[in-house]
């Protein structure tokens, strides 16, 4: 088999880069080789995306931040992900061009114009990976991770909530813009698309998966893709596939 290429996508706190990791680890134990790699890269062109992101009060134009963002990703498709393809090892990439599909795209740019940029050179992904999350509970999970909290929060004085039992103290114009980039990655589709709900059903309530859980759905459907179509197929949209529920979820 040669090389494989897959990108793992989703809002903020779904779990994209533990994901990532796990992947990695459970494809080495399969005996591939693998490389790991992200995107704004540690490529001079990447550093500084993230150095202006870090920079208070800089500005830019969404054209500016679509012009960076894919020269630091041509870099990274021309000097890293191809040459380790064509190695054969099996490239696990965090965050990509469809990040600039629905961040950008949610800020004027039109898909048509984002797509043209990447035409022929971008490689379409042996399989991307969106995973799915309401908004409200990737929030808190990306609170919880900064602050080290545990499930629940300790409420401050004059600290304002977006909920009333006091979860992610977050605004809610983030919210709202996260909401958009949701719908913007549910539109994404293609047979190299799997969209992976973060949470499942536990009795009358939900509740996240694990890491380890989502990394073993990953793998089955790795595995699923080196079988027959009609196979791929029956396995996928069978009844018994599972379903998403977006408020819950």
Request: proline share 5%; net charge positive; aromatic share 6%.
């Amino acid at each position: 088999m040669g090389g494989r290429f897959i990108i793992v996508e989703g809002i903020d706190g779904t779990g994209k880069s533990t994901l990532v990791k796990l992947l990695a680890d459970a494809l080495k134990a399969r005996g591939r080789k693998v490389l790991l790699t992200h995107e704004p890269t540690d490529l001079p062109s990447g550093k500084l995306i993230l150095e202006r992101l870090s920079t208070p009060g800089f500005k830019a134009s969404p054209h500016e931040w679509l012009g960076m963002f894919v020269t630091d990703r041509r870099m990274n498709i021309d000097t890293i992900v191809k040459p380790a393809l064509m190695q054969g090892k099996d490239v696990i990439q965090d965050r990509s061009m469809y990040s600039t599909l629905v961040y950008q795209g949610a800020m004027g740019i039109s898909e048509r114009e984002i797509l043209k940029r990447h035409e022929g050179w971008h490689p379409t992904p042996d399989l991307l990976v969106i995973l799915d999350i309401a908004p409200r509970f990737g929030l808190a999970r990306t609170r919880k991770r900064s602050l080290g909290l545990g499930q629940r929060w300790v409420k401050q004085q004059g600290q304002k909530y977006m909920f009333a039992d006091g979860d992610a103290p977050q605004s809610t114009e983030k919210l709202h813009f996260l909401q958009e980039i949701r719908k913007r990655y549910g539109r994404i589709k293609g047979d190299f698309v799997m969209h992976l709900p973060v949470r499942k059903r536990a009795g009358d309530d939900w509740e996240d998966k694990t890491s380890e859980e989502l990394c073993e759905e990953v793998i089955s459907e790795l595995d699923l893709r080196s079988n027959p179509r009609d196979y791929i197929d029956e396995r996928r949209y069978s009844p018994s596939a599972g379903t998403s529920n977006d408020d819950a979820s």
